[in-house]
């Protein structure tokens, strides 16, 4: 059934109180690489569920996350000076430490009574993986969920950072639960490329070309996590029934790809505009432990997807999937559209979304959200050991 505008708006909206945001904001989400904070800029301008924000590293190591304007005067603080005990704005001085406090109000004789109206909102910044993760929400902050592929030593690690998306965060999410869209997107697309693309992608073209004789949908409740799997059954001459991998719940996929499992981070940056981030884990030969420092996980950067005549380059997965979300509008308008049976999938995704908002709406927390560090020690989906046998690329 399409939705109404008023629950596309509901669903969709990532700021500031709005119904989504709100749910959103009970969720640590993926900020940037850790590496593009240095010593010689050590600060950065992020805007993040419809936030102008800063983050940043001072002198003594600490990560802080605050409103990119100053209080004072409104001053940017993406140029403010960096100290040992926080960030200080090049306007006028007030200074800021990681936990939003106002420490410092030079030239201000009544300081004491002014910094407690200054202090910014307690946002919270943790380094995992090569990633900054930030948390938005209400205090107390839950735990920064420590998912296998972003902790396990028994293999390394790889960042990719995609180029802006110009469509909602959830139109990305709501494809991670279409089972069938690999057929046409993907394998048909690059089928009908040029030779030598083809030829690079065969492997992906003989797989997902495969008939997709039947599907399903699990929706998969974890004491650290809720999603929905996606079943499919292929048939052909290698016919295979693959249980798929969750689309974690509200804006995360884990996929096999290639010879490694990438999660798929989902970042909302408003309401028109998503940001994602990759962080492919590959096991070790024989699974064996290996020392990779976050500080040296590599991080790549993803193409623009356009050509320069303005048009899709469709040749790779990830400009295909771009160009299906982008082309559904900047917030794609779900009250005239015509769902199928195998849109099933989507459909318990809007539901549990509407569930979890209405549940924040009540006082309640929603699901995912971890509290308890004995289910965060290693979040395990059961599929890093899988590796060797998995899809040259899965979405």
């Not at 709005?18 to 800029?41: D, F, K, Q, V």
């Not at 009574?113 to 929400?137: D, N, S, T």
């Amino acid at each position: 059934m399409a939705l109404s505008e008023d629950m596309n708006l509901r669903l969709t909206q990532v700021g500031p109180g709005t119904p989504g945001g709100n749910l959103l904001r009970r969720y640590w989400m993926a900020l940037c690489p850790a590496s593009e904070l240095t010593a010689e800029r050590p600060r950065r301008r992020l805007r993040i569920l419809g936030e102008d924000l800063v983050v940043y590293r001072d002198l003594s190591g600490r990560y802080g996350l605050i409103p990119e304007k100053c209080p004072h005067r409104n001053a940017s603080l993406a140029f403010g000076f960096v100290e040992e005990d926080g960030i200080r704005c090049a306007y006028h001085g007030w200074k800021f430490d990681v936990s939003g406090a106002c420490i410092d109000q030079p030239f201000e004789p009544n300081a004491d009574k002014l910094k407690p109206l200054a202090c910014r909102p307690p946002y919270k910044v943790e380094a995992l993986a090569g990633m900054l993760f930030g948390y938005m929400g209400p205090m107390p902050a839950p735990l920064l969920p420590r998912w296998e592929m972003l902790v396990s030593d028994k293999g390394t690690r790889e960042i990719t950072v995609l180029p802006l998306h110009e469509c909602n965060w959830l139109q990305a999410q709501e494809n991670s639960v279409d089972p069938v869209h690999t057929y046409y997107l993907h394998a048909e697309t690059l089928r009908r490329q040029a030779p030598d693309v083809r030829g690079e992608n065969a492997s992906a073209i003989a797989y997902f070309g495969r008939p997709i004789t039947d599907y399903d949908f699990d929706l998969v409740h974890e004491p650290a996590y809720t999603g929905i799997r996606k079943i499919r059954e292929y048939g052909g001459e290698h016919p295979q029934r693959e249980t798929g991998h969750p689309a974690i719940f509200p804006n995360i996929l884990v996929a096999p790809q290639g010879k490694g499992i990438v999660m798929h981070f989902r970042v909302p940056v408003d309401d028109t505009h998503t940001r994602i981030f990759w962080v492919d884990f590959r096991s070790s030969e024989g699974h064996v432990r290996v020392r990779q420092p976050d500080n040296e996980i590599p991080v790549a950067y993803a193409p623009h997807p356009k050509r320069p005549d303005g048009d899709y380059d469709l040749t790779t997965f990830i400009n295909q999937d771009l160009m299906a979300w982008e082309t559904q509008g900047p917030r794609y308008d779900r009250s005239g559209e015509l769902l199928g049976a195998s849109d099933r999938g989507v459909t318990m995704l809007r539901k549990l979304l509407r569930e979890q908002i209405d549940l924040v709406e009540a006082g309640g927390e929603p699901v995912g959200v971890i509290r308890d560090p004995a289910i965060n020690e290693i979040i395990t989906f059961g599929v890093t050991d899988d590796v060797d046998r998995l899809a040259p690329a899965a979405h």
